[in-house]
T-cell receptor, first 109, second 115 residues
Framework: GQNIDQPTEMTATEGAIVQINCTYQ??????LFWYQQHAGEAPTFLSY??LDGLEEKGRFSSFLSRSKGYSYLLLKELQMKDSASYLC??????????WGAGTKLIIKP | ETGVTQSPTHLIKTRGQQVTLRCSSQ?????VSWYQQALGQGPQFIFQ???????GRGNFPPRFSGLQFPNYSSELNVNALELDDSALYLC??????????????FGDGTRLSIL
C-alpha cells in the first residue's frame, strides 16, 4: 500500500533550527511536496523535490533521498509565525498526491 | 492569494441531508482535485476532474460525486450525509501546462459540520 509517515508533533525554540522528517512508500514516485498549514487555513506550497539532494529556499530547505524513501524539511531561524502543521505529500505514478497526517510544530519563545 | 475560491466557507447540515460545495479555480486551470481533511489529519483525496471528466478517484463511496463545468469551476456533491462527513473540504487546481512538479493551489476550504 501507499503510506506517508511523519511525526505527529514537534516543539522548538524561536531562533533555533528544526528538522521535520518524512518517510514515504508510493506506487511509483514522481516527487514529494511539502506544504505548510496554519490552523483553520488551506495548505500553502513550500517545496517540491524529485531529484536527490537539498533544495534551499530562504529559511526553508527540503531534502530528498529516493533510495531511502526519505525526505526532510529544515527550518532555520525559527519565528513564532512558523507555528503550523507541515504536510508531506508524495506523488504516485498516477500523479496523485498521497498525504501524510502532518507534523504540528510548536514554537516557544 | 491562490485564485481558488470556495463557497460556502462554513455549512451545518444534519444526517441524511445532501450538500453541494463549489469551487472556482484560476483562469485556465483545467484540472481540479477535491480533498477531505478531518481535524488533525492530512487531506484525503476524493477525486480529480480534468476537462469535465473524472480522471481519478480515492477511496470514497459513490454518494460523493462531482461535476466540472466548461469554465472549469466545479462542484462536490455529498448525499445521505453521515456524522463522519464532518470535515474541511478543500479544492485544489493545477495549471494545465504543469507537470508533476506543479504545486496544487488550494482554496480556503469549506468547513462542513454534520449534526
Amino acid at each position: 500500500g501507499q503510506n506517508i509517515d511523519q511525526p505527529t508533533e514537534m516543539t522548538a525554540t524561536e531562533g533555533a533550527i528544526v528538522q521535520i522528517n518524512c518517510t514515504y512508500q508510493t506506487s511509483g514516485f514522481n516527487g514529494l511536496f511539502w506544504y505548510q498549514q496554519h490552523a483553520g487555513e488551506a495548505p500553502t506550497f513550500l517545496s517540491y523535490n524529485v531529484l536527490d539532494g537539498l533544495e534551499e529556499k530562504g529559511r526553508f530547505s527540503s531534502f530528498l533521498s529516493r533510495s531511502k524513501g526519505y525526505s526532510y524539511l529544515l527550518l532555520k531561524e525559527l519565528q513564532m509565525k512558523d507555528s503550523a502543521s507541515y504536510l508531506c505529500a508524495g506523488v504516485d505514478s498516477n500523479y496523485q498526491l498521497i498525504w501524510g497526517a502532518g507534523t504540528k510544530l510548536i514554537i516557544k519563545p | 492569494e491562490t485564485g481558488v475560491t470556495q463557497s460556502p466557507t462554513h455549512l451545518i447540515k444534519t444526517r441524511g441531508q445532501q450538500v453541494t460545495l463549489r469551487c472556482s479555480s484560476q483562469s485556465g486551470h483545467n484540472t481540479v482535485s477535491w480533498y477531505q481533511q478531518a481535524l488533525g489529519q492530512g487531506p484525503q483525496f476524493i477525486f480529480q476532474y480534468y476537462r469535465e471528466e473524472e480522471n481519478g478517484r480515492g477511496n470514497f463511496p459513490p454518494r460523493f460525486s462531482g461535476l466540472q463545468f466548461p469554465n472549469y469551476s466545479s462542484e462536490l456533491n455529498v448525499n445521505a450525509l453521515e456524522l463522519d462527513d464532518s470535515a474541511l473540504y478543500l479544492c485544489a487546481s493545477i495549471h494545465p501546462l504543469g507537470g508533476g512538479d506543479q504545486p496544487q493551489h488550494f482554496g480556503d476550504g469549506t468547513r462542513l459540520s454534520i449534526l
